[in-house]
């Protein structure tokens, strides 16, 4: 067993390649992306409140990506990767 897909395909987070980059948004704010992510098999939410918790940063998802406040990409690549995904970073 382990988490569903909207499928009902088991997808567990090894086989989920998330991916954190960072943006730039208006008023030269920094936002730290995950993304790659099942959004039914994964709990967006709850991953969402530990990276802001540890980040110390507010977040939202959208899109189906998770958005948190400031550039955390280190931070974030760090736990996703304690969480089993395998994670990479992208961009500059």
Same mark, same amino acid.
């Given at each position: ?6 499928? !009902? ?19 030269? @704010? ?5 993304? !790659? ?7 967006? !939410?709850?991953?969402?409140? @530990?990276? @802001? ?40």
């Amino acid at each position: 067993h382990g988490p569903r897909n909207a499928a !009902g395909v088991v997808v567990r987070p090894k086989d989920q390649p998330a991916r954190v980059g960072r943006e730039k948004r208006r008023k030269g @704010k920094t936002v730290t992306v995950v993304s !790659g992510l099942d959004p039914v098999a994964s709990d967006l !939410g709850s991953l969402l409140a @530990k990276l @802001k918790s540890a980040c110390a940063a507010g977040g939202t998802i959208s899109d189906g990506r998770i958005e948190v406040q400031g550039d955390h990409r280190e931070k974030v690549l760090a736990i996703l990767q304690d969480l089993g995904y395998p994670a990479k970073l992208t961009g500059g």
